[in-house]
């Protein structure tokens, strides 16, 4: 969205936005940070409505990476098979807290940022002068929804349990930080090595960045970095969402229910490949109605803050 729209100008975007998500996390009150959500949410009753919107969230997250590793990396393989291995994963490390998933995923996202030292040790010129040279700026309703999105998305951390899992405010900043700089060099990479109009029309454009090198030099083939990051964050994401409706609901995780729960999300990616194939354009619509409808727990959540400082005075 950001290069068709934006071009080279996306880099201030990302910045702006970024910005704006550190300014939202910093004014939020130190209640928000030492406020056990975990268990209120399990015993109040709008857990039903997030599930449910957590449950699709997982199916369409699930949907696309899978399809982006189908349709880039494992073309010579079955799309079933990639969502049945990814999906076989989720179920069984659903079964831990939220917190324990969230332990286990940063020891791998450690990694997958380690492996980008590889790629930085050589990687290719980028002309900065474009930053100047094709500038253009205009107001992007766009940029806003993507701004609140990332907000409501970073929101649900909130919700892990407080048993071994502490947060602060440096913490989740610390993340959002890391994550978004990644995506801003990834962009760079793409937008002042290339232009802005090479990729154009490209859904799957933001795949690309570690494959350009120097024609001077090649130093190998970078696509595991990405097949490794997909994998895990779509993972470990989805298994905290999982894990998140399966402590709330408090359900005994029998045989049964996993292979219903397997089927049921297997089937659901199977219709969400079909017609991610048919047109991708709805999707971005989809997306902003699955984040947007997160503000749900956001409201629940200032709810929760207001009614114990009322408690404790």
Not at 52 to 64: A, K, M, P, Q, S
Not at 188 to 193: A, K, M, N, R
Request: net charge neutral; hydrophobic share 55%.
């Amino acid at each position: 969205m950001l290069y068709d729209s934006y071009g080279v100008s996306g880099v201030f975007y990302i910045l702006m936005v970024l910005g704006g998500i550190l300014f939202f996390f910093l004014l939020l009150p130190k209640r928000f940070y030492t406020m056990d959500f975990y268990n209120s949410y399990r015993e109040s009753k709008i857990k039903h409505i997030v599930n449910i919107v957590l449950f699709f969230r997982i199916v369409l997250g699930l949907t696309l990476a899978t399809y982006i590793l189908y349709k880039l990396f494992f073309y010579n393989y079955s799309y079933p098979f990639l969502l049945i291995g990814i999906i076989l994963v989720l179920c069984i490390i659903c079964s831990l807290k939220p917190s324990e998933v969230i332990q286990i995923s940063t020891l791998f996202g450690i990694v997958c940022i380690a492996c980008y030292g590889l790629y930085l040790y050589n990687f290719i010129h980028l002309d900065f002068r474009l930053l100047i040279e094709d500038f253009h700026w205009a107001f992007s309703f766009s940029v806003l929804i993507s701004f609140l999105c990332m907000i409501l998305d970073n929101l649900i951390y909130f919700m892990s349990d407080k048993d071994e899992l502490s947060l602060s405010k440096s913490t989740i900043l610390l993340g959002i930080t890391l994550s978004s700089l990644l995506f801003l060099f990834e962009y760079s990479i793409l937008t002042l090595s290339s232009g802005d109009v090479v990729f154009q029309g490209n859904d799957l454009v933001g795949f690309l960045a570690l494959s350009i090198e120097p024609v001077s030099r090649y130093n190998g083939n970078f696509d595991y970095i990405y097949i490794l990051i997909i994998g895990v964050a779509c993972v470990f994401k989805f298994s905290y969402f999982l894990s998140l409706i399966h402590n709330s609901l408090k359900w005994e995780m029998s045989i049964w229910k996993r292979i219903f729960l397997f089927l049921g999300i297997f089937v659901l990616g199977l219709i969400g490949f079909w017609q991610v194939k048919q047109n991708v354009i709805w999707l971005r619509y989809i997306v902003i109605g699955l984040f947007g409808l997160s503000g749900i727990l956001f409201g629940w959540m200032i709810k929760e803050v207001y009614y114990a400082r009322k408690v404790k005075e």
